[in-house]
């Protein structure tokens, strides 16, 4: 199985930028899809964006297309999101996951294994 530990959540005003990152530890992260999410309390987990295995293909929410950009480097097993012009309704804990099917597209939460602890993700107005 894989570990998987986010950082990089803080406080930022509108308009901002920041950049989580999701390292992995365990098995080979080059085998797993994968995705971020976010929630905020009171309400269901929400997809955000998702990267295939080599990283060759992405996709968002489409809250979050053209803001939004996720990567990876299967070197330093890490993902990544860059987050620009930020707006308040972005403020939420983001999750990174991991899943080992085959493929890519997955955006729902059940499709993933693995799951890190979240960070933290605010955006003043």
């Known amino acids: 199985q894989v570990q998987l530990v986010e950082s990089g959540g803080g406080l930022v005003q509108a308009g901002g930028s920041l950049r989580l990152s999701c390292a992995a530890s365990?098995?080979?992260?080059?085998?797993?899809?994968m995705g971020w999410f976010r929630q905020v309390p009171g309400k269901e987990r929400e997809f955000v964006a998702g990267?295939?295995?080599?990283?060759?293909?992405?996709y968002y929410a489409d809250s979050v297309k053209g803001r939004f950009t996720i990567s990876r480097d299967n070197a330093k097993n890490t993902v990544y999101l860059q987050m620009n012009s930020l707006k308040p309704e972005d403020t939420a804990e983001y999750y990174c996951?991991?899943?080992?099917?085959?493929?890519?597209?997955?955006?729902?939460?059940?499709?993933?294994?693995?799951w890190g602890q979240g960070t933290q993700v605010t955006v003043s107005s």
């Open positions: 996951a991991a899943t080992d099917q085959t493929g890519w597209g997955f955006d729902k939460d059940y499709e993933y294994d693995y």
């Open positions: 365990g098995r080979t992260f080059s085998r797993y899809a």
């Open positions: 990267i295939s295995r080599s990283g060759g293909r992405t």
